[in-house]
C-alpha cells in the first residue's frame, strides 16, 4: 500500500487532496457493530486525529477547511484542546490562561460543534502539569517545591503538585465545566502525572501526606538501597492510581457513565517509570488507552510499534482499543513541529502499530501548515484502514514464544540504568525474534500463569528484580514442560533490587553466581562500554546433548570464536550442567602487533544449558548477548539468540516465512480465521534518519499451521491486488507472495 517515490510519481494522476489513494478504499468506513445494541463509543471509535491548538491559531482557524480533512481521512473521533495550562473557551476559573488571540471566540466550542455536525466522537483535551505565573502567585502551594522551597519550573511555567489543591479542587472545577457545558465523550490529558521520578517535591502537602501512609519523613535524596527511598516510590506510583480513579469519578458523574477519563500514556515502560504510571494497575481499571508513542526512537527500530501494541493489549484485554498519536511533522530527534516527517517514515510507523494492535491517530501540531505535505500522509492509510478495520479488532496473537517483562524490575533493578540493564535486552530479544521471523507475545511477569499454557517457550531478558512469588511461576512453567531461555542477571536480586547470595533460579539454570571481587567493573558494563572479548566455542559436547554444529550453532561452522564485547567472571556451571561457549577475555586492538589472545581458554560459562530437566530445555545465557545485539547489531549476535529460540521452542510455531528481506512477522486468529501481517522493514530499520524509499523483496513464502483452524480454505490478500497462490495440506496451508513492498496482510478462512 506504500509506495516507492518512483511509485508514487508514476500514479499521480490518481490523487485526492494530494494522497494517493488505495484501491478498493470508497466511501464511508462501515460500521463496526451491526445489528444489536450500539456499542459504546471506546469500542467503536478506530480512527482519530488531532490539531493540537497553538496560542497563535484561534484569531486564524479554519473550522471548514478541518472539516473537509476529517472526511477526506475518515476520522471518526478528534481531540480537541479544552483547557489546563491554556483554556480555548469562556472558562468561568478567571486564573485558566486564554492567549490574547482567542479574544471572545470559543474555539473549543465552535470545534465540538462542528464535529458533531460530522458525527464524530470528541475528547476534550487537558494539560494539568504546568500553569502560568498568575496562577502560581496566587496559590504558591499548589506547586512542586526542592529541598530548599524553590519552585520546580518548565521553561516559564510552573510544575504542580499531584498532592495540592491544584489537583484536588481546581481541576475537577474545570473537569465538570467542561463536562457539563459541552458533553465531550471523554477526556484526555497529556501531562497528568505531575512530577517526574528524577526529583522529589517538598512542598507542605507531599511532606504530610507521606508521612502520615509511612510514618517516616520524605527522603533527603535519591537512594534506591534506602527503604525510605522505595517507599517513596511506590507511594508515588498509589497516587497516580488514585488520580486516575478521582478524575473519573468526576467526569462520569457530570458528563455520564460513558464521559472517560483516559490521560495518555507512553510507549515505553521505562518512560512511565519516570513518570510513576504503573501500567498494569491502568489497564485493571482502563476501558481505552491513548498511547503517546509518535516516532521510532534512536535505536531506528519500526517494529517497537508493534511490540507496544503486543504489550499494552496483553494488559488491558484484545477487546480494546488503543488509538496511537502518530505525528504527520517530524518528530523525534531531531523534531520540527512544522515540517512534514517524511510520507514513507510516518506512514510505515502507522502499519506496524496496526500489525500489534493500534488504532490510528493523526497528529498536528498547530491549524495553520505552510508544510503542506504533512496532509498528504494520513488519507491513503486511513482509507485502507476502513477498507479492511474487520480484519484489525477483536482478534488474539497467536505464538508460542513468550518475553517476560516487569514494570518493578525496571524501576528496583534497572533503577538509574534502565535502558543499559532493561530496555537494551529486551529489545535485542524483539530484534533478534524479528529476525528470525517468530511470533512472540510481551508477557508481564506477574500473569505467567494466565498466559504462559498455549507457551512453549519463556524468554526472561536480564530480569534481575524477581519476587519470590514470581521466580516460582518461572519454575512452575519450567516444570510443567516449559522451555526457558535466561540471560545476564536473572533473578540475581529480589522484588526491591536486593542482590541474593545466588540466583533464585539457580537450580533451574544450571549456574551459580560467585563473587569475584570484580565489582569496580560494574559502571563500565551499566555504560554499555564495549570491549575486545570474545566467545569460544567448545568443540567436545556429551553424547546426549544437541549437535552443536548442527542445532544450537548452525550459521558459525567455519569458526571456533564469535564476537562479543562484554565482560564475564562470577557464574560457574552448576556439575552436569553443558558449557557450549566460554569467555575469552579482553586483549589489546591497537597496536595490531599487541593484538593476540592473552588468555585463549578459560572455564568461564557463557552459554550454560541444563540437561537435568525432564522435558523443557533451558538455557542460561550469561553473556549478555541481547544487550550487545541491541547496542551493535551484529548479524553473529542475532543468529546466536534466534538459534536458542529455535532449539527451545523445539519446532513449536504456528507460521513459518521464508525468503529475503527483513520482516516483521505478526499473527492472529480471529473467529476461524487466520490474520497474518507481514511488514517489508528490509533497509529501513537504520537509526540514521528517516527512510526515503522501500526495496521490495520476493518472493516470500508462507507456512501458516491449520491444526486448530481445519474449515479455513479460503485466502486473501488485503493489500495486493494479486491473486493469492496457495496449496492446502492436511494441517497446513502455504502461501506464495510473489512480492513485498511495505506490507501485507494475508487472511485464511
Avoid at 536480586?493 to 533460579?505: C, K, S
Avoid at 558459525?556 to 566460554?582: K, S
Avoid at 541491541?630 to 536458542?644: F, I, M, R, W, Y
Avoid at 480465521?673 to 513464502?701: D, F, K, M, Q, Y
Amino acid at each position: 500500500m506504500l509506495q516507492t517515490r518512483r511509485q508514487f510519481l508514476a500514479n499521480a494522476t490518481v490523487v485526492s487532496c494530494g494522497a494517493v489513494l488505495v484501491p478498493g478504499c470508497v466511501g464511508p468506513a462501515p460500521q463496526v457493530s451491526s445489528g444489536g445494541p450500539v456499542q459504546p463509543w471506546y469500542r467503536r471509535t478506530l480512527r482519530w486525529g488531532q490539531t493540537n491548538i497553538t496560542e497563535a491559531d484561534p484569531a486564524t482557524y479554519d473550522i471548514p477547511w478541518w472539516r473537509n480533512y476529517w472526511k477526506r481521512t475518515l476520522t471518526q473521533g478528534i481531540i480537541v484542546n479544552a483547557g489546563g495550562i491554556v483554556a480555548y473557551y469562556p472558562s468561568r476559573e478567571a486564573l485558566q490562561f486564554r492567549p490574547a488571540s482567542l479574544g471572545q471566540r470559543d474555539l473549543f466550542g465552535e470545534l465540538v460543534n462542528a464535529a458533531r455536525a460530522e458525527g464524530l466522537v470528541v475528547l476534550a483535551r487537558m494539560d494539568s502539569s504546568r500553569a502560568h505565573e498568575d496562577l502560581y502567585n496566587a496559590h504558591p502551594s499548589w506547586f512542586a517545591v526542592d529541598a530548599a522551597g524553590r519552585p520546580h519550573r518548565a521553561g516559564d511555567l510552573f510544575v504542580t503538585c499531584v498532592n495540592s489543591p491544584y489537583y484536588e479542587e481546581y481541576l475537577p472545577r474545570i473537569l465538570r465545566e467542561v463536562a457539563e457545558a459541552y458533553r465531550p465523550e471523554g477526556f484526555a490529558d497529556n501531562s497528568w502525572s505531575g512530577l517526574g521520578r528524577d526529583q522529589i517535591c517538598y512542598c507542605d502537602n507531599c511532606r504530610k501526606r507521606f508521612e502520615e501512609n509511612s510514618d517516616q519523613s520524605l527522603p533527603a535524596r535519591k537512594n534506591w538501597d534506602d527503604p525510605v527511598y522505595r517507599k517513596w516510590i511506590l507511594w508515588n506510583y498509589e497516587r497516580r492510581v488514585q488520580l486516575w480513579d478521582a478524575n473519573n469519578q468526576v467526569t462520569r458523574a457530570a458528563g455520564g457513565p460513558d464521559c472517560l477519563w483516559i490521560g495518555m500514556n507512553s510507549g515505553s515502560i521505562s518512560g512511565q517509570c519516570q513518570n510513576f504510571r504503573d501500567y498494569k494497575a491502568i489497564c485493571a481499571r482502563a476501558e481505552l488507552i491513548l498511547l503517546d508513542h509518535q516516532a521510532r526512537g534512536e535505536d531506528g527500530d519500526f517494529s517497537q510499534n508493534a511490540d507496544a501494541g503486543q504489550l499494552l493489549h496483553q494488559l488491558l484485554g484484545w477487546d480494546k482499543l488503543i488509538p496511537e498519536s502518530m505525528a504527520m511533522y517530524q518528530a523525534g530527534r531531531p523534531t520540527f513541529r512544522k515540517s512534514s516527517k517524511p510520507r514513507l517514515e510516518a506512514q510505515l510507523w502507522m502499519l506496524e502499530g496496526m500489525a500489534g494492535g493500534l488504532q490510528p491517530w493523526w497528529h498536528h501540531v498547530g491549524a495553520q501548515q505552510e508544510d503542506q505535505r504533512q496532509f498528504q500522509i494520513a488519507e491513503p492509510v486511513y482509507r485502507w484502514h476502513a477498507a479492511h478495520q474487520e480484519f484489525l479488532i477483536n482478534r488474539r496473537p497467536l505464538a508460542t514464544v513468550g518475553l517476560v517483562w516487569s514494570q518493578r524490575n525496571t524501576d528496583f533493578f534497572g533503577r538509574d540504568h534502565p535502558n543499559e540493564l532493561v530496555d537494551s535486552p529486551w529489545r535485542g530479544w524483539t530484534q533478534a525474534l524479528m529476525r528470525a521471523r517468530i511470533p512472540y507475545l510481551p508477557v508481564q511477569v506477574d500473569d505467567l500463569e494466565r498466559h504462559s499454557s498455549n507457551l512453549a517457550l519463556l524468554i526472561l531478558p536480564n530480569l534481575g528484580a524477581l519476587s519470590d512469588n514470581q521466580v516460582e511461576s518461572v519454575r512452575q512453567f519450567v516444570r510443567r514442560g516449559g522451555s526457558l531461555i535466561a540471560t545476564g542477571r536473572t533473578s540475581l536480586y529480589d522484588e526491591w533490587g536486593q542482590p541474593r547470595a545466588d540466583f533464585a533460579l539457580a537450580d533451574i539454570l544450571g549456574g551459580h553466581y560467585v563473587a569475584l571481587g570484580r565489582e569496580n567493573e560494574r559502571p563500565r558494563e551499566l555504560l554499555g562500554e564495549t570491549h575486545h572479548s570474545y566467545l569460544r566455542i567448545e568443540a567436545g559436547s556429551p553424547s546426549h546433548a544437541l549437535n552443536l554444529r548442527s542445532e544450537l550453532l548452525a550459521g558459525f561452522e567455519a569458526t571456533n570464536i564469535l564476537p562479543f564485547g562484554g565482560w564475564l567472571g562470577d557464574v560457574i556451571a552448576a556439575p552436569g550442567a553443558h558449557v557450549p561457549l566460554t569467555y575469552i577475555p579482553p586483549f589489546p586492538i591497537y597496536p595490531p602487533e599487541t593484538s593476540w589472545m592473552r588468555e585463549a581458554r578459560t572455564h568461564v560459562p557463557g552459554l550454560i544449558l541444563n540437561s537435568d530437566l525432564p522435558a523443557g530445555k533451558v538455557a542460561f545465557l550469561t553473556a549478555d548477548i541481547d544487550r550487545r545485539f541491541a547496542v551493535e547489531g551484529l548479524p553473529d549476535h542475532g543468529q546466536l539468540l534466534s538459534n536458542l529460540v529455535r532449539w527451545a521452542a523445539q519446532g513449536r510455531s504456528p507460521v513459518t516465512v521464508e525468503g529475503p528481506g527483513l520482516i516483521d512477522v505478526r499473527l492472529y486468529s480471529q473467529g476461524h480465521r487466520l490474520i497474518l501481517h507481514l511488514v517489508n522493514l528490509t533497509g529501513v530499520s537504520a537509526p540514521h534518519g528517516p527512510i526515503e524509499e522501500l526495496v521490495s523483496v520476493g518472493p516470500i513464502r508462507v507456512r501458516l499451521e491449520l491444526a486448530s483452524f481445519p474449515g479455513s480454505k479460503r485466502v486473501r490478500f488485503l493489500v495486493s491486488a494479486e491473486r493469492p497462490r496457495a496449496q492446502f495440506e492436511r494441517q497446513a496451508v502455504l502461501v506464495t507472495l510473489p512480492s513485498l513492498s511495505s506490507h501485507e496482510v494475508i487472511v485464511v478462512g
